[in-house]
């Protein structure tokens, strides 16, 4: 009896963090390859991470955009070619889990480009949608 009390204790503590540890992987993956398409000069790529849904919010230092397609066209309008868009380097700051289906993260970015660096700081939303993490939200600044 005392060890079936042990193993259910183990799978009750061990295995929700577990999940969180897969899933905060997945994440970290996913926007880790945004950073290899951007990189590559692949704005279509790099959106991969983003729900293409009309839903979706994009908040930059104009405001907000709305929707996928709204939102891939103000990155081709700012970053027309491979030099405007530069090298990305993105740190992670924080991932948080809020639920089973959303986590937060935080993060900072920069850009080394020849018409001058950018940087700052970005707040993302991720849902788990139809099984796969996709970004909902996008707050950079």
Known sequence: MKHCILILFFLSTVLPGFSQTKDEGIIRALL??????????????????????????????????????????????????????????STIV??????????????????????GNLNGSYTLLLQRIRGAWVIINDHSS
Do not use: C
Request: no cysteine.
């Open 94 to 115: 924080s991932v948080r889990k809020l639920s089973s289906d959303f986590y937060f993260v935080i993060g900072k970015w920069h850009l080394l480009r020849k018409a």
């Open 32 to 89: 880790a390859r945004q950073v290899t398409a951007w990189n590559a000069g692949n704005i279509e790529g790099y959106m991969k991470g983003y729900w293409e849904n009309d839903s979706l919010v994009f908040i930059g230092k104009n405001g907000p955009t709305y929707g996928y397609e709204s939102t891939l066209a103000r990155y081709k309008k700012s970053y027309p070619d491979a030099d405007a868009m530069g090298k990305l380097t």
